[in-house]
């Protein structure tokens, strides 16, 4: 099999993980043990999403502003569009660079969904505000020298004309200032592979980072594939068919599902995974141990 040690403590797998606000102080407290845990990882970056319709403002801001403290890594914070004027939006973002954020991660985002539902609305730009993500990342390049990170759609996003528009946006935003894309998660190695050859074919060159989604339960994937357009093949419906009430077994075939997509991805060549964390530990660490990349007490937060 391919040989998947890393070369030495920093090896040549670069990992990162991302983060969503915590809603309770219970929530909070997680966050806060799940990133010490894993920062012995030495992540590249960890991130912390923007809740949709912007509504986790002051919690991602928070979040970020803890976990620049705790992670033993950079902090990237996500930014929407969304109910938003340019004018706020830029206040966000000069707000990171006041708490030393220097990492964005810039996207257009989705309409508010009522009761936690996919709203399944099309995106309208608010009066005054950025139209798209490509516009907030020219936006940002204003402000400040912010290193910008966007999103791209191995399965196209699912607003676009057609899979060479989507391919169109990707690289409007790289050319307007961002300098790698991270994938919305996919859950077979060749969905990444064709895309990465498209956009090499397109002659982007930078960094396409895929992004690994350790599910815990098929319904979680269901209800996140529904609302960004991820297939869902159907030996993975099969795997989960009946684990319905056995969490245990559950939680180790989704382990064993994607690091099995990791190991595909790092014998293609992939050296940068972005991992989904869900605010959870051990999945994220347990991959991360497969690809080589092992704790370095020195990455461990004092
Ligand atoms: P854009 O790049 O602006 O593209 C949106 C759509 O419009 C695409 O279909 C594109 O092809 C099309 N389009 C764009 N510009 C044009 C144009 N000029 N002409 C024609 N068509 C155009 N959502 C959140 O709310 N919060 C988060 O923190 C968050 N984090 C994410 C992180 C990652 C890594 C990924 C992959 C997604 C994340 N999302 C997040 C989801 C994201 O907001 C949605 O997928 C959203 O629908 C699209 O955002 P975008 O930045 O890709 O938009």
Not at 143 to 149: K, L, Q, V, Y
Not at 150 to 177: C, F, I, M, R
């Amino acid at each position: 099999g391919p040989d998947l040690s890393t070369r030495g403590p920093e090896g040549d797998i670069a990992v990162s993980f991302e983060f969503f606000p915590p809603k309770t102080d219970k929530m909070a407290a997680a966050l806060h043990q799940t990133a010490r845990g894993l920062a012995p990882l030495g992540p590249r970056f960890v991130s912390v999403t923007y809740g949709a319709g912007g509504s986790t403002r002051e919690r991602t801001l928070a979040a970020t502003a803890v976990l620049a403290q705790e992670a033993g890594a950079p902090v990237a914070g996500h930014l929407t569009c969304v109910n938003a004027t340019r004018a706020e939006v830029d206040d966000v973002a000069r707000t990171y660079w006041a708490q030393g954020v220097r990492h964005i991660v810039a996207l257009r985002g989705d309409p508010p969904a009522q009761n936690g539902q996919t709203s399944g609305a099309r995106f309208i730009p608010t009066p005054g505000g950025y139209e798209n993500a490509a516009a907030l990342v020219r936006g940002l390049r204003q402000i400040a020298p912010f290193e910008i990170s966007v999103a791209a759609y191995p399965e196209t996003h699912p607003e676009a004309a057609s899979a060479q528009a989507d391919l169109d946006n990707l690289k409007a935003k790289l050319d307007a200032g961002a300098t790698r894309a991270i994938t919305q998660f996919f859950f077979e190695a060749r969905t990444f592979l064709r895309f990465r050859d498209r956009v090499a074919a397109a002659g982007i060159t930078a960094e396409i980072v895929p992004g690994i989604l350790p599910i815990s339960n098929i319904e979680q994937a269901y209800t996140f594939a529904a609302q960004c357009g991820a297939h869902i093949p159907l030996w993975m419906r099969r795997l989960f068919d009946g684990l319905d009430a056995h969490p245990e077994t559950r939680s180790l075939v989704t382990t064993a599902v994607a690091g099995e997509l990791c190991r595909q991805l790092r014998a293609e060549g992939v050296t940068h995974f972005h991992f989904y964390t869900l605010n959870k530990t051990a999945p994220s660490a347990a991959l991360c141990r497969l690809l080589g990349r092992h704790p370095c007490p020195e990455n461990a937060p004092a």
